[in-house]
């Protein structure tokens, strides 16, 4: 079945709100709008107002009001309308919610899922553009995915609203309009497992969201050229799965890791200093970061497109590595 | 109130202006010349626009992102507006900000953050600056009734108002935060005013489809915080025209409700004032349609013209 | 209102556990017994027990860092309350919390944030799970007049507002945000019920150094609330004794004024109701002391005596 | 003169209100109390009730309102108690603060200064002790300092308070009351350029605020067994010394970052994977990070210097890179 990432999001949810009537939706404009792309169209006539909800835009209080209702036994799936928010809601996220239960004992578990569309659009700007995992990676307590296929999203979608832990979900609104396969059948994928989006044996780009599309484009580019690229998406970043980096270095012993975030302090820096400090037998060479120039992101278009990496981008800088 | 033709005059000719800048917007939006997103103002004109009647020279601005043609009406040109709406090199950030950060602080603007409310504390900020110097200046910050639920509206209230800070709250009540209507979103009908209470702060509510309600109720609150008495809040009721961004159809509301809420235009009811006490003529009207929208075409085929900032660029602005 | 001796007697029993816990609390940490900060609530029990008085089976609570005793009148046995505050791993978290995270869900308690504020929300949350199922119970959320200032607080009124959801708002107003005068912190006199008109809830203010007072007033606010008619916001007025947290030698008051308030005790006003009434004879009242005294000391023995958690355990908790 | 961290902090400021009146300082419980560590005792009375202001418990509202401040002339320096509470104004700062003058162009310059004291300190536990730096760094348009002695903390915070560029100013509560010594007369401490605290010719420890002792610590003990260890101290992380660790490494070919976050995405990550990425011909082996365990900081003392690096684990962890 061929469905669009935004497609497969909104299947994930209904398909496990279906299964589980402790799972209910809130968030800005998920209602009657049915989210500004249209995810949750549909939701508010199948499940009713108990369980798809307007919020105010109150971001702080309606975080800490899933958390209240995960605590007590309701397994909120709340959005975000942009990941950008989630800023707003801060501490809420990571003081709160990611500590917990370490701070108040082993009953206090937060099944709860914050989803959000994240990254660029085309003119968006600095404040509706940021990719924020790497924010998140910081706080233990949480969960973070960042799924770049609809088979991706709808799985790890459906495992982020069984876990018991509490998940940010993001999904990039550029991938919303892509199309992938997608089984009839349930599934899930659990979290921490990569995937490895295209197999070679020269060097391995970890590439992230928006991005694994754009390695595989220019692993198709280097094919070419005679470079073979493996792709690898970790699809989770936390838990993420060092097994699987270390399994295609044994094979590639060169490593690059791309994403659309600003570049310092990005994901990319915890990547590529876990890899040279773990793997570091594996590597040939240091691990070569893609990732967004340090600016807010600009509103002109070419700017946007320049300061965020591109297949060429990714190309010339791997044949750098050679 | 008694009003002067030239006040009346004065207050047709600004609200025409945000009307044709909102009307271009829409418009250059939809050749596809426009990157992002825009937030169309029709509809919501006469509450800036009978606000901002009661500014002095030397007053703070925070807008909001409902209203862009009011950037205009507080100095920044047309040149400038289109060139950063359109991305170009001669806008005021040089086309990294857009449409929503169309301000120059030489014309006291403070700037717009597209993560809402973040923006609100900005004009106590400026009222500090105003208190600290011994100037007898106010600072007004727009906000909408949607936002009015944020946080930050509350701590800016609160923080102003033990400060005593020179600031009027204007909440534009344009019944919707995206699709969210404002009984969805808000536990009191008006989500401004009935807030200052909290705060101890006077309020009040005003038709925002009549430029000439809003201005009175501004003027009052106004005359009350520059008599050094403390922030206060005014609501202006309206209702917003079009889609929250361009492409929402609205599937949430109601056709027939939009329709009625269109008739309350602002600019047509001060167009019939000024034509019944014969201030101005129809002619002189449609020559006045004219001319702003010349000045518009202008100004857009200047931005049109204008180069885009170079990748070289790209930092700039960043650090001083 | 009239009251059975039994409900009286009751009352002044949680009251004396809650200051006689809060009085341990300070001796126990100028022992050095306690890591980090303690904040004491010795001055505004009666907020917290004349509120809680109103509670029923099944309803959820959202305690505030100044009276920990509070986790014990909700079921927490004093063993797991001074391990948590000893750090110890008989603790609810194993002593990685500590003594603001004293609390156990198997008695509804939501957990406390030291983000103040941060925490308002769950309350909400709570409710939404009772309304959600049907369940006629209702959620309290404390909180003080300092925190009252932060945005949350107003986020989680609205939503509880719009949402009608069935939670007690609770402002325990001692007066203070550490060194900070309410007046200085908050533009109305009232930080927490003055604010409730913002969202179209009730509010009660009531003397929070009487827990009969205290008690009427979160009555009719709760009945309301488990009627069905929505949040509610009770303030109580009160005066903390000592410091912000221990050290603090509170320079920024006047120790007449702390003295003053320091008569208004509670529990001595219960005492002498008690003891007037012929409820209870001062033997009988000596005897609680001690025998509650004697409990404390056996669980701070207890928790003294249990091992804290191993490094090998520093991770047991964070995920599930 | 031999004063006292936190003497020198209230200096800077001191020294800075009497040269310049535009300078302010507002933040909880800062004036009557002189803030809760007593930093800004006496400045009340210094300064006036106009210059020197008690917040209510709004962070949001004054962190707006600095801006504001800054924006229209004056020249906050504003506190925020704990930096743990920079996240309840986190998108202020980071959407807004950061980008305020890319986003709106030259003119809007904010000359402000966020003053906040970090990290662990006896049992403060996960929402108090954290140290945040990192998060910062991932937004463009801020600085951010994080010094290590009396001496660094007052040429630095005078630097910061004059500088136009809004500046994160972190001080580490246990290094309050470490004593060193401070010149009588006039001076600043330019950003971005870091501190050689020690020499040494075997191995680079980058050190940051408490820790910076710490490695000191296991220097001294390291000397002794013949392992010479140089302690660089990059006082700055925005912006960041780079040819000083360059120059460094050029003689010990060895690195090491020792922080007091959580290790995922702390700090050391993105020195870490810069070092490799840039320096990578300097460099004999992997860059070794010692940083806290991804936990919340647990209350119970022992737990919580367990969590965290000491100078014995810092030289064990540097026995092993030889
Ligand atoms: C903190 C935050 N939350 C959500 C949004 C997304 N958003 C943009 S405009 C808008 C509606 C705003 O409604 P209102 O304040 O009434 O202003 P209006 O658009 O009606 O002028 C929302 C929810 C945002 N920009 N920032
Ligand atoms: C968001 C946040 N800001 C500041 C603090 C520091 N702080 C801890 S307690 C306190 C005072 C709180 O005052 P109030 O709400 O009146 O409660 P009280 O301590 O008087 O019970 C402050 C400012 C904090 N913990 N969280
Ligand atoms: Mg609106
Ligand atoms: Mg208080």
């Known amino acids: 079945m061929l469905v669009t990432f935004a497609q497969a999001v909104g299947d994930a949810m209904r398909e496990e709100m279906r299964r589980d009537d402790r799972i209910l939706i809130f968030g800005e404009d998920i209602a009657e709008f049915g989210n500004i792309f249209g995810i949750t169209r549909g939701m508010l006539e199948e499940f009713g107002s108990k369980r798809v909800r307007n919020t105010p835009i109150s971001e702080m209080a309606f975080i800490g009001a899933a958390m209240g209702a995960a605590e007590t036994g309701l397994r909120p799936c709340v959005e975000l309308m942009y990941s950008d928010f989630s800023l707003v809601a801060f501490a809420e996220i990571y003081h709160c919610i990611a500590k917990w239960r370490y701070m108040h004992g082993p009953e206090y ?3 709860l899922v914050i989803r959000s569309a994240m990254g660029s659009s085309f003119g968006a700007t600095g404040e509706h ?20 296929t609809a088979y991706d999203a709808k799985g790890l979608l459906k495992e982020a609203i069984r876990n018991d832990n509490p998940v940010m979900f993001f999904e990039h609104k550029q991938l919303y309009k892509t199309k992938g396969e997608v089984p009839e059948e349930e599934y899930t994928i659990p979290f921490g497992v990569a995937d490895i989006k295209r197999e070679g044996s020269d060097v391995t780009i970890i590439a992230i969201g928006l991005m694994v599309g754009r390695a595989l484009e220019a692993a198709e580019a280097l094919a070419k050229e005679g470079i073979s690229v493996e792709v690898l998406d970790p699809r989770t970043l936390v838990p993420f799965d060092k097994e699987a980096v270390r399994k295609s270095l044994s094979k590639t012993h060169r490593a690059m890791v791309v994403e659309e975030s600003n570049k310092t302090s990005g994901v990319g ?9 773990e793997m570091y037998d594996e590597l040939d060479g240091p691990v070569v970061r893609v990732a967004a120039l340090d600016v807010p992101l600009p509103y002109n278009i070419e700017l946007e497109k320049y300061a965020i990496p591109d297949a060429e981008q990714i190309a010339a800088a791997i044949r750098k590595m050679f | 109130m008694e009003y002067s033709n030239e006040f009346l005059m004065k207050l047709y000719e600004e609200l025409l202006r945000c009307r044709l800048f909102e009307k271009k917007l829409v418009d250059t939006y939809a050749l596809g010349k426009i990157p992002g997103h825009i937030h169309s103002g029709l509809g919501g004109e006469a509450c800036y626009v009978g606000t901002l009647a009661t500014r002095q020279q030397g007053d703070y601005f925070k807008n909001s992102h409902r209203c862009i043609a009011v950037a205009n009406l507080l100095g920044v040109s047309l040149e400038t507006a289109f060139s950063e709406i359109m991305a170009k090199r001669t806008g005021n950030a040089g086309g990294r900000g857009g449409v929503n950060h169309v301000s120059q602080l030489k014309y006291n603007m403070l700037g717009f953050s597209a993560t809402l409310a973040c923006d609100i504390g900005l004009a106590g900020g400026a009222a500090m600056r105003l208190q600290y110097d011994g100037i007898d200046n106010m600072a007004y910050t727009f906000y909408g009734d949607g936002t009015a639920n944020r946080g930050p ?34 536990s009191v009908p008006n989500p401004g005013a009935d807030r200052a209470g909290a705060y101890g702060m006077p309020s009040e509510v005003a038709d925002g489809t009549d ?110």
Not at chain 2, 171 to 186: A, K, Y
């Open chain 1, 269 to 277: 820096a915890e990547l590529a200093a876990m890899m040279q400090e």
């Open chain 2, 153 to 186: 509206v509350h701590e800016a209230m609160n923080l102003a108002a033990v400060w005593k800070l020179p600031v009027l709250f204007v909440c534009d009540n344009n019944q919707f935060g995206i699709s969210t209507h404002v009984s969805q979103g808000s």
């Open chain 1, 129 to 148: 553009s940021n990719c924020l995992e790497s924010l998140y990676m910081h706080s233990p307590g949480l969960l973070v995915a960042s799924p770049s």
């Open chain 2, 211 to 320: 430029v000439l309600a809003v201005y009175e109720a501004a003027k009052r609150l106004t005359d009350h915080i520059r008599a050094g008495k403390g922030p206060a809040v005014l609501e202006c009721k309206n209702y917003r025209w079009r889609g929250h961004f361009e492409g929402d159809q609205t599937p949430y509301r109601d056709k027939a409700v939009t329709e009625e809420w269109m008739k309350k235009d602002s600019v047509a009811k001060m167009e019939k004032l000024l034509l019944d006490k014969k201030i101005i003529d129809q002619a002189a009207i449609d020559n006045m349609y004219q001319q702003i929208d010349d000045e518009m075409e202008r100004a857009i085929a200047f931005a049109e013209a204008s180069p885009a900032i170079t990748p070289e660029e790209i930092y700039d602005n960043l650090y001083v």
């Open chain 1, 109 to 111: 578990k937060l099944p």
